[in-house]
């Protein structure tokens, strides 16, 4: 079974800010399932568990019509604050040597803390073999120009490849990040620049508000690069970004990064599905570029690197049968917390990141 300090260690930062104590006894809890179940505890996976060939590399797919390509599973960023500054820069050189060069990062991370270690580890070549993703809390032109500049100079990067708007979760985010001095004309006007090359959004709340961003995009002229969204054995059932925003996004040729295949463990929790299954389904999912996901130590990662070279699509059996034993744990969302609560609402923290840059 796959260890889970990837996902767990999210579930941590978001439901302890949220709910306490309550919420930590709650990842306790799916730490203590896996741990019966055979699996590893989190961070704290052996490093020749998963053992990767030499040479092997992770494979490739198209990031939409960018004409990019992104490996097919991407390094998370907020782990990167979890570990020694030192093991970070090692997890990054490591993902990028075996060709996972998609680096996922936000503006928020850890205080800033996630981008100013990934800006140390692309230093000496290592940017070369990169594309760079960061994500940006603003609203108005003014907060996501300041945000914007900020990230650069943590990442230590004359151009990111990639700038998200992030958590767009609220019904009139659309509206707010397209009006006259959103955060739309700051990240065009950053484009012609040369400060970015794409520009994508992200949120977790609802299929219809990222399917209300694509239509309000459309109405102004705009087409998004990217997409993130859930993309889990649960979401398949309940409020389902797979199966009503990626075709949509498939249809306008935005490419879709899936995140969150695990639910920060809360899968694991319901005994609905192991790891192993959770991540397989999600980078299964037809059209997606890459499945994001979180490597807080060197075993970890390996993990990762491990299903990715060696990864086989899902055959449909198996597909349809891991979801017909999904089903009833995807009622409600009852363990897709992030659609039901505001756990994971990392801009509910702190709402003056909106409107404003912190310095």
């Given at each position: 079974m796959l260890a889970t300090a990837i996902e767990v260690a999210m579930g941590t930062r978001r439901q302890f800010l949220a709910a306490g104590a309550g919420a930590l006894l709650a990842v306790r809890a799916a730490t203590k399932k896996e741990k019966q179940a055979g699996g590893a505890p989190p961070g704290n996976v052996p490093k020749g568990r998963f053992p990767v060939p030499d040479g092997a590399q992770v494979p490739s797919r198209p990031l939409g019509r960018t004409g990019v390509r992104v490996s097919t599973v991407g390094l998370g960023g907020y782990h990167l604050g979890i570990p020694s500054e030192a093991e970070a820069v090692r997890i990054i050189h490591?993902?990028?040597?075996?060709?996972?060069?998609f680096l996922d990062?936000?503006?928020d991370y850890n205080g800033g803390e996630s981008e100013r270690r990934m800006g140390k580890a692309l230093a000496g070549g290592y940017r070369e073999k990169a594309f760079v993703m960061t994500k940006l809390d603003g609203r108005t032109a003014k907060s996501t120009s300041d945000q914007l500049g900020q990230s650069l100079q943590r990442l230590r990067v004359e151009t990111i490849d990639l700038v998200q708007i992030h958590e767009?979760?609220?019904?009139?985010?659309?509206?707010?990040?397209?009006?006259?001095?959103?955060?739309?004309?700051?990240?065009?006007?950053?484009?012609?620049?040369?400060?970015?090359?794409?520009?994508?959004?992200?949120?977790?709340?609802?299929?219809d508000i990222h399917k209300h961003m694509l239509e309000v995009a459309r109405q102004h002229g705009f087409r998004f690069d990217t997409v993130q969204m859930p993309l889990n054995v649960l979401d398949a059932h309940y409020r389902s970004f797979e199966r009503e925003v990626l075709p949509v996004a498939q249809q306008d040729g935005v490419a879709v990064l899936g995140m969150k295949p695990i639910c920060a463990g809360l899968i694991l929790q319901s005994g609905a599905a192991t790891a192993?299954?959770?991540?397989?389904?999600?980078?299964?999912?037809?059209?997606?570029?890459?499945?994001?996901?979180?490597?807080?130590?060197?075993?970890?990662?390996?993990?990762?690197?491990?299903?990715?070279?060696?990864?086989?699509?899902?055959?449909?059996?198996?597909?349809?049968a891991l979801l017909a034993r999904t089903a009833a744990a995807s009622q409600g969302g009852q363990w897709e917390k992030f659609k039901t609560t505001q756990m994971f609402d990392g801009t509910e923290q702190n709402k003056r990141w909106l409107t404003s840059a912190q310095l």
């Open positions: 490591s993902a990028l040597d075996r060709g996972m060069n990062n936000c503006w767009v979760i609220r019904p009139d985010d659309p509206e707010r990040v397209f009006a006259p001095g959103g955060s739309i004309e700051a990240l065009v006007a950053a484009r012609k620049a040369g400060k970015l090359r794409f520009i994508g959004f992200t949120g977790h709340k609802d299929p192993e299954e959770c991540l397989r389904y999600a980078m299964s999912v037809p059209g997606i570029a890459t499945t994001i996901t979180g490597c807080d130590s060197e075993g970890v990662l390996k993990q990762a690197l491990f299903l990715a070279i060696g990864f086989k699509p899902m055959a449909d059996d198996e597909r349809k």
